[in-house]
């Protein structure tokens, strides 16, 4: 649904490290990038990653969860999320969601906090906040994890304020379908308190970071841990667009902009749209209609694509999933309901879905 925005000085950054063979050892991107974030994020520290699935992974590892432990999550959700977490031998407590922005809802998890459960995980769908100083005082009251799943929020806002700087580990995107792309890669970002046991964990589980700042004579083996860092080639190509970020969200949000108030004048499709997002301080990553049924979603899909439109469907709801939905008694209504009736709009074609929807 994006086709990624480059820059020419990624090349030349990359062209950079291929002549100088030493920056793989000494990652001088990386650590350029690690500083915008400790900049623009205060009061956290930045792991870059490979992915971002591999940063939620990595928090995983870092809240050391176990077999039995219950992470609150919603079903609308990409699997990666779920896999993180899955794997170690969580338990996955699948709530429902809230229509209007598609995002967990509190009430409902709430509801679903039992003497087991370790987190609580909130997506911010299409980069719009979810009810954060709601999960936030939720999580202090119980004791519990924080997990803010801003995948799609590099550039957006709530309350003046990045998203991701309410979480204790938050994790963003840069994968090919992101506002800001490097290929394949994330970021995890942790609030300073749990440092010391991340960056054991982002270092194969060994204290090699100690070392490296010259506070140990040698490192060991001191957990559980894997390889999770980004390549320097992939960091090379995301800093200058990290150091656009306001620029190009500025200009993806005209886009979104200009999209919604055409398709608010359409006599059909204006009943889709979702309320009052227009007025969030969003970054215009997702263009999302919900249908009122799934017969009119596809029908609508099916003629955008006949217009040579991308448009397609998102996430379907995991606890119907296959591989999950024999392991929860009650499904969520809201999340099965809508996630088969919302369907998407390529911003990267909004110039010619308006002149389409002018012509119609």
């Known amino acids: 649904m994006h086709y990624p925005v480059t820059d020419k000085q990624s090349a030349l950054n990359v062209a950079e490290v291929v002549a100088n063979p030493q920056f793989l050892l000494t990652k001088p991107y990386t650590k350029s990038c690690e500083k915008w974030f400790k900049e623009n994020y205060p009061g956290y520290e930045a792991f870059l990653t490979s992915s971002c699935t591999r940063a939620l992974e990595m928090a995983a590892l ?14 609308f959700n990409y699997v990666g999320v779920a896999n993180a ?26 509801r679903a906090i039992t ?3 370790k987190a609580i995980i909130a997506m911010h769908y299409g980069s719009v906040a979810c009810d954060l100083d709601g999960f936030r005082l939720l999580c202090d009251e119980n004791n519990l ?8 929020c590099i550039g957006a806002k709530h309350q003046e304020k990045p998203l991701g700087l309410w979480g204790d580990f938050s994790v963003i995107s840069f ?9 394949e890669g994330g970021v995890l970002l942790v609030k300073q308190k749990h440092h010391a046991v991340v960056e054991k964990v982002y270092e194969n589980g060994t204290d090699k970071r100690a070392f490296d700042r010259g506070d140990i004579p040698l490192y060991s083996w001191q957990c559980i841990g894997s390889k999770f860092a980004i390549s ?15 620029e190009i969200t500025s200009e993806r949000r005209k886009a979104w902009d200009k999209l919604f108030a055409a398709v608010q004048k359409h006599d059909v499709l204006s009943a889709f749209l979702p309320q009052n997002l227009n007025d969030l301080n969003h970054n215009g990553h997702i263009f999302w209609l919900c249908a009122e049924s799934t017969e009119d979603a596809q029908y609508w899909v099916d003629w955008f694509k006949k217009n040579n439109i991308q448009a397609s469907f998102h996430y379907p709801s995991l606890d119907n ?10 499904p969520c209504q809201k999340a099965n309901t809508l996630s088969i009736r919302l369907f998407r709009l390529p911003l990267h074609q909004y110039k010619d879905i308006l002149h389409l929807l002018l012509a119609t």
């Open 62 to 75: 870092s809240m050391d969860i176990n077999p039995g432990d219950e992470i609150i999550v919603s079903p």
């Open 85 to 110: 977490f899955a794997m170690f031998g969580a338990t996955l407590v699948f709530v429902d969601i809230e229509p209007n922005t598609m995002n967990i809802d509190l009430e409902a998890a709430r």
């Open 115 to 117: 003497p087991k459960t």
């Open 145 to 152: 994890f924080f997990v803010e799943d801003a995948a799609h």
């Open 175 to 183: 994968d090919a379908q992101k506002n800001i792309s490097c290929g």
């Open 232 to 246: 320097e080639y992939d960091a090379a190509v995301l800093l200058p667009l990290l150091q656009r970020v306001t």
């Open 321 to 330: 999933s296959p591989f999950y939905k024999h392991q929860q008694s009650a």
